[in-house]
């Protein structure tokens, strides 16, 4: 893997700062905490810089500890977003994602001590999951209670394990490319059929968004708002599209 240093990171962030009159950054880096010393010599360069910003990034449960984390929201970070993927242990184990059901939960109960809003994503309708380990996963994610879940269904891109195993039995039913986007079910199941997995797509989100709890959290925060436009608009794709860009608000 080839990292960029912090100091070229900084560089660019800065000169963004100064030319767009911006104090907001995004890091789309799936793995931004995978390099513990790039992360924390990155935290230095912005603090000895003086950068004033809000910055949100990708991580994984397995490549952070508390500490990294209270230090990344003391120097800026406002939202960290996690690809959990599945509620099921031997799911995560057939796609190789390396992380445990434990690590989840030890990690999104750090965010919700130190206070800093963290998004779970999750997958639904690989082949082998029948109804009830989709309805798991969803409460897992329910049970995890990020500040927001992102839901998708399982797709088989081209050169992906999944793929050539989806093609193998037969399982696509869906060819056109424009549906690829993880939030149209193209294929089926040995146990569900297509339509059977995009309502479960839907169901996820209402699950997750309708509960009492985080409807409550969200007046609170003055964000019910974003749950009532979600309705309104068709909540899976909205959700989508809106999610990571609320942390930049």
Not at 69 to 74: F, V
Not at 98 to 103: A, D, P, R, S, V
Not at 140 to 146: E, H, Q, R, S, Y
């Amino acid at each position: 893997i080839r990292y960029r240093s912090a100091k070229a990171v900084a560089d660019e962030i800065e000169d963004a700062v100064n030319k767009y009159k911006t104090n907001i950054v995004v890091f789309t880096d799936d793995e931004f905490t995978l390099g513990k010393r790039f992360v924390y010599d990155f935290l230095r360069e912005i603090r000895e810089r003086g950068l004033d910003i809000s910055f949100s990034c990708g991580s994984r449960v397995d490549t952070i500890d508390r500490g990294m984390m209270a230090k990344l929201k003391e120097h800026g970070c406002t939202a960290l977003y996690f690809g959990v993927e599945s509620g099921s242990q031997d799911t995560l184990n057939r796609v190789g994602k390396n992380i445990t059901l434990e690590q989840a939960n030890r990690v999104f109960q750090w965010a919700k001590e130190i206070n800093i809003d963290h998004v779970g994503s999750f997958i639904i309708g690989f082949p082998w999951e029948t109804i009830d380990d989709m309805k798991n996963t969803v409460r897992f994610a329910m049970k995890l209670n990020p500040t927001y879940a992102q839901f998708t269904v399982a797709t088989p891109y081209p050169g992906t394990p999944l793929y050539y195993q989806a093609v193998n039995e037969g399982l696509i039913e869906d060819w056109n490319w424009e549906h690829y986007t993880t939030l149209r079910a193209v294929m089926r199941g040995y146990r569900f059929t297509r339509e059977q997995a995009q309502r479960m797509l839907r169901w996820a989100y209402v699950k997750f968004y309708s509960r009492p709890k985080f409807l409550v959290r969200e007046l609170m925060h003055g964000r019910l708002g974003t749950i009532i436009t979600a309705v309104r608009n068709s909540l899976v794709p909205w959700f989508n599209e809106k999610l990571l860009g609320r942390f930049s608000e």
